[in-house]
């Protein structure tokens, strides 16, 4: 933009001068044109002599730039020549005159290249033909020019009598290979940034070049200046963004060096492989083993195959690489490996390519792997967390919406109950017997139970699960066969979780206690319909059913407090029963002639005599006493004998023993065998008597009567 400043400068002088009468010849008329024009001519004359320059100079940058990389090939190449001239020596042979000479003219090649570098000169080029090569000027290519040759110097002494005749010694040969082992990778290094340098370099001057021949055609299309000029800002920034972004990919890529090897055209690893490697495969790698074989046991086929293809684009020399670099699909692998020890554990490993070219042909892949395990690791434990957090969130704000006296109530229930698990479980001795062991993890079962329901119906959903999880210890203790005193020790720990949990819902009910903590309240109709409307709602969704709830609960403020507490478990655990159990799904609904949504009805109420009712009812599939002794006959708690003499009334008795369920599978909504354990409990703490009449593919019904 510089370049058209002066453009600008004589317009305001031109401006700032009188105006002259124009002359009767075209000169006077045109003079402002003529001017524009001059400075046109002029200022393009400008544009293309430095065109001409810089693009000169790029000429001269590329022959540095190609020669820079025969630089860091030739390297190599004498390096590796060296390699197989110690191998020769080691298996008593002769030393072959090709591997001789393409050590002679490698390093033929290279000091007479870093001599020119250094102070300019003609030089073979890449095809044979000579070519002039100009020394390097800038500070950074100095630095590293000299670099290289510190490096070179003592390497081309070392040489010098394996390249003058064929009469040197092992301790010559010995000498030059152990300085190549020892500095190869460092001269390899300081030559990798020379190249760097002189890709910068010639980047500078083809942008200097751009920005010369945009102001020409900015100053030719004036009346098209603005747009332009936003639009090569634009395309200005996106350059650079781009330019970052690969120069960021390269650092990334370069910084990798966990696990290196080189991979041939034909998918085989290379001689020398990195010492991480291994490990990081879990198996010992031999070079010349085909890659894909290798991770053939590790991968999915179609992984497999994606990488197989990503790799042919890679060594495909018209594909660039930049543009496949976003496809590969090895980038996050997920691998079973075996340890130390012989264990096969998870790893996620990430694998990464870089072409390794000899002018236009890929000769090999530069693979670079990364475990990357810890890394997958703690963003799922960062996504569990951000999850665990959304739900406790979620549960204070529950928390927060549910009347106040509801939540007192709740909490010091919640309270009761989980102290009244902790003195079970302490108080079983380790000497204990098994049944009693039993005892005690069937009256915590009941109390955990109770427990989940209570927090489902005001959807702590948090509470609920852990409540659950405390359930799926206690039976595996149960299920186990080793149930002793000690083992129940070890279970307050997530007891301790649930209690910390509760404490700090009581801390919040304990600063909401002014606005209002009565029982009656925490009681009222309309608190327990919410909380038992919450309950269907949270366990038909649950399901997969649909469920239509009557709850007629306008009795419930004059039963005393401490048996509408166990009259509240009761109407949850039986009301969770009609809907899991009873209600079928729509499409079972529908092939048996009903409506899709099911019916659930709870009423409590005084009944004629002056006694207490509580009614639970579905229009559900009913209770089947074949299904039930099936069941049992399962579970292997009667024989086939003994249940064809029980009628069907002792059958159906069974379902409210401990352990005993129909479900399917255990959820956290049923499967084990306890909801209708704690309300024939809680039946007999209310002195009360429960009834039950059912019929199969219409309705069952539970009624409990107390005083």
């Not at 390497?155 to 300085?179: I, K, R, S, V």
């Not at 490996?337 to 554990?345: E, F, I, P």
């Not at 009256?443 to 955990?448: L, P, S, V």
């Not at 699960?465 to 080793?482: I, P, V, Y």
Request: proline share 4%; charged share 20%; with cysteine.
């Amino acid at each position: 933009m510089s370049a058209v400043l002066p453009v600008h400068g004589a317009d305001r002088i031109a401006a700032a001068r009188p105006a002259r009468k124009a002359g009767p010849g075209l000169f006077g008329k045109y003079r402002e044109i003529i001017i524009a024009v001059a400075f046109f001519l002029l200022f393009d004359l400008g544009v293309l002599v430095l065109n001409f320059y810089t693009s000169f100079k790029i000429d001269q940058d590329t022959v540095t730039i190609n020669l820079s990389g025969r630089q860091r090939y030739v390297s190599q190449r004498v390096a590796r020549t060296l390699l197989e001239l110690d191998a020769t020596r080691a298996a008593g042979l002769f030393y072959k005159p090709e591997t001789l000479a393409e050590l002679r003219s490698g390093a033929k090649i290279f000091q007479i290249s870093q001599v020119a570098f250094r102070e300019g000169g003609t030089i073979p080029g890449g095809d044979g033909k000579p070519v002039y090569l100009h020394p390097v000027t800038s500070s950074r290519g100095r630095e590293l020019e000299e670099k290289v040759e510190t490096l070179w110097k003592p390497y081309f002494a070392l040489l010098q009598p394996l390249l003058t005749g064929d009469n040197f010694t092992q301790q010559e040969l010995a000498a030059a290979l152990a300085y190549s082992q020892a500095n190869n990778s460092q001269l390899l290094s300081a030559a990798n940034d020379f190249v760097t340098e002189t890709q910068q370099i010639g980047a500078s001057r083809a942008s200097v070049l751009r920005m010369v021949q945009t102001g020409g055609i900015v100053l030719a299309l004036l009346n098209f200046a603005f747009i332009l000029f936003k639009f090569l800002r634009r395309l200005k920034t996106s350059d650079a963004a781009i330019e970052a972004a690969t120069e960021e990919n390269r650092e990334i890529l370069a910084s990798v060096r966990e696990g290196l090897f080189l991979l041939t055209p034909g998918h085989q690893l290379g001689s020398q492989l990195s010492r991480s490697t291994h490990a990081l495969f879990g198996k010992t790698l031999v070079p010349g083993q085909n890659f894909f074989e290798v991770l053939s046991t590790m991968v999915s086929l179609k992984a497999l195959t994606d990488a197989r293809d990503y790799v042919e684009l890679l060594f495909s020399p018209h594909v660039k690489e930049q543009l496949v670099q976003g496809i590969n699909p090895l980038s996050e692998v997920e691998l079973t490996v075996a340890n130390r020890l012989g264990q096969q554990t998870t790893r996620y490993l990430s694998f990464h390519f870089n072409r390794v070219q000899d002018g236009a042909t890929v000769r090999h892949l530069l693979v670079t792997v990364q475990d990357i395990t810890q890394k997958v690791e703690l963003q799922a434990r960062l996504a569990s967390e951000r999850q665990r957090s959304q739900k406790e969130l979620s549960m204070m704000l529950k928390a927060f919406e549910t009347e106040p006296a509801m939540m007192r109530a709740f909490v010091e229930r919640a309270e009761a109950s989980l102290l009244e698990v902790n003195d079970l479980l302490r108080s079983t001795s380790s000497a204990a017997s098994e049944i009693q062991v039993l005892k005690a993890v069937d009256g915590a079962y009941r109390r955990i139970h109770a427990f989940k329901g209570d927090a489902a119906s005001l959807g702590l959903e948090i509470l609920a699960t852990l409540a659950h999880q405390f359930e799926s210890e206690l039976q595996k203790l149960k299920d186990s066969g080793a149930a002793t005193g000690d083992a129940l020790l070890a279970l307050p720990l997530p007891l301790e979780d649930l209690l910390s949990k509760v404490g700090a819902f009581k801390a919040l009910s304990q600063k909401r206690s002014g606005e209002g903590t009565s029982p009656r309240q925490a009681n009222s109709p309309e608190s327990l319909r919410a909380a038992l409307s919450q309950l269907v709602a949270e366990v038909a969704a649950d399901c997969g059913k649909r469920v239509k709830a009557e709850l007629r609960m306008d009795g419930a403020p004059e039963v005393p407090p401490a048996k509408m507490d166990l009259v509240r478990e009761i109407a949850i655990q039986l009301l969770r029963n009609a809907v899991v159990h009873g209600v079928e799904t729509p499409a079972a609904r529908q092939a048996a002639g009903k409506t899709a949504e099911g019916q659930v009805s709870v009423v409590l109420g005084p009944d004629e005599s002056g006694q207490w009712q509580l009614t639970v009812r579905d229009d559900g599939a009913g209770l089947n006493a074949a299904d039930v002794r099936r069941r049992l006959l399962e579970l292997g708690w009667y024989n086939a004998e003994q249940l064809q003499s029980f009628s069907d009334k002792q059958i159906v008795a069974n379902i409210f023993k401990p352990g005993f369920s129909t479900a399917g599978g255990t959820s956290r909504h049923a499967g084990r065998g306890v909801g209708l354990d704690l309300v024939q409990a809680n039946v007999q703490s209310l002195g009360a008597r429960l009834l039950l009449s059912s019929t199969p593919g219409q309705h069952t019904e539970f009624r409990v009567v107390f005083s």
